[in-house]
């Protein structure tokens, strides 16, 4: 049984890491290029416009991202009925998502051009919600196809953006290709997926019991994109769109090679769901060895980060950029507990202790907003990329210590940083 768990985790996260690093790879290159094309200006136009498509991609998520491998592991003959649902479920809210985007931000913003950014980019929220297909492949050990079709579709999307930049294209198209990397993928995933002989089907009690298992995580999930976006929106009110580009080059690079970790932790989900239905000396293992791989990898990268930052910034964006070296040497150590937080839900379904991600995540959120309103008045985007770092360590390293029920699993991250019972 070991063995071929090994066997199958071993296959199934060099399958994502591929994807994923190839994935990367495309969009790292094409990124460099619009952002040099566009300018921090317009480039920072599409990051601040886009940070409200973001907060509503979360909404229309409705939590259910993170109990979906699980459900679909516990209730294999009910598969068809819990995606059929999601998707049903998740394309009524993206609609009207869109169409309170729409208002909204004719609303606040005032600017055709603002508005129209905005509008391009949130049709991706439509197509996000077949993103499910991908956790089903995800729950049978199967990323290998997931991981074929993303390399097909930012394949055909970088080739989309490359051809804009050759014709010299307004900012309008890089919004537009935002949703046309979703659009490619949703596509590509139906193909497969109904190719392969499955189906969908609907049913609202399947609906009532997924929302019942995902309130939790979306009311921490909304709590989460309230201060992953507050910093862009912020520095856009604030400042002004050339903040927010400058701001956005060194997250960007911050956000681009963490797909690495995703992998890992997607890859070792399923695995270490199993365990604990089965032996639960080896799950806490197995989690430590996670938290261990997760810290270890994010020490490693945000030093080499930190030291060739200046080197890093105006090679990949040129001397325009030069202002965001200072932004990513900071930005760079917050990985590190981002994705701790990641890989600590693991822990927290099992353990069913979901109720408590949404303490957490409003103590994120009211520290995330005092502490960019505060910093970014002082110290400009400087202060912004002070108030991500310290809003991640807060909320998912100091919390799950402070409170009694997840206490557990913070020693268990404590464990695996100091890397105790890991190797035997």
């Known amino acids: 049984m070991g063995k071929n768990i090994t066997s199958r985790f071993a296959k199934n996260a060099s399958w994502m890491l591929t994807g994923r690093i190839i994935q990367m ?13 566009l300018g921090p200006t317009d480039y920072g136009s599409i990051q601040h416009t886009y940070s409200y498509v973001a907060f509503f991609a979360q909404v229309c998520a409705l939590g259910m991202n993170e109990i979906v491998v699980k459900e679909l592991i516990d209730n294999k003959e009910k598969n068809d009925e819990i995606l059929g649902t999601m998707i049903v479920f998740r394309m009524v809210i993206a609609i009207a998502s869109i169409f309170v985007l ?20 949130s049709l991706s929220l439509i197509f996000q919600t077949f993103d499910c ?27 989309f953006r490359v051809v804009c930049l050759l014709l010299k294209r307004d900012v309008k198209w890089f919004a537009f290709a935002v949703s046309l990397d979703y659009i490619v993928i949703a596509v590509l995933l139906l193909y497969v997926y109904f190719r392969d002989g499955y189906k969908f089907k609907f049913s609202i009690n399947t609906g009532k019991m997924l929302l019942a298992r995902s309130w939790h995580y979306l009311f921490a999930d909304i709590m989460v ?35 690495v970790l995703m992998s890992i932790i997607d890859s070792a989900s399923p695995i270490i769901i199993e365990l604990f239905k ?28 930190t030291i060739l930052s200046n080197f890093i910034i105006t090679t990949i964006y040129g001397v325009d950029y030069s202002e965001a070296s200072i932004l990513l040497k900071i930005c760079s150590w917050n990985t590190i507990f981002a994705y701790l937080g990641v890989s600590r839900t693991i822990w927290m379904q099992c353990n069913d202790k979901l109720k408590y991600e949404k303490q957490i995540a409003l103590v994120g959120v009211i520290a995330n907003v005092v502490l960019n ?18 809003t991640q360590f807060i909320t998912n390293f100091v919390m799950v210590y402070i409170l009694k029920p997840t206490r557990e699993n913070a020693k268990l991250i404590i464990e695996g940083i100091i890397l105790k019972d890991v190797f035997e």
């Open 102 to 121: 729409y208002v909204l931000i004719t609303a606040i913003k005032k600017s055709p051009i603002l508005v129209l950014l905005t509008v391009l980019q």
């Open 373 to 390: 309103y505060s910093l970014i008045k002082v110290f400009g985007a400087i202060g912004a990329a002070i108030a991500l770092t310290l």
């Open 133 to 159: 297909i991908t956790y089903f492949y995800q729950s049978k050990l199967m990323a290998h196809k997931t991981a074929k079709i993303n390399i097909i579709a930012y394949t055909l999307t970088s080739i």
């Open 278 to 305: 089965e032996d639960k000396q080896a799950f806490k293992k197995k989690l430590k060895q996670l938290y261990a791989s997760i810290f270890y990898i994010g020490v490693f990268v945000a030093i080499a980060l």
């Open 25 to 37: 790879g495309l969009v790292f290159v094409t990124t460099m290029f619009i952002a040099r094309y």
């Open 225 to 259: 994109a309230v201060y992953g976006q507050a910093d862009k929106l912020l520095l856009g009110g604030l400042l002004d769109d050339k903040a927010v580009g400058l701001y956005s080059a060194a997250t960007q690079l911050c956000n681009a090679w963490p797909i």
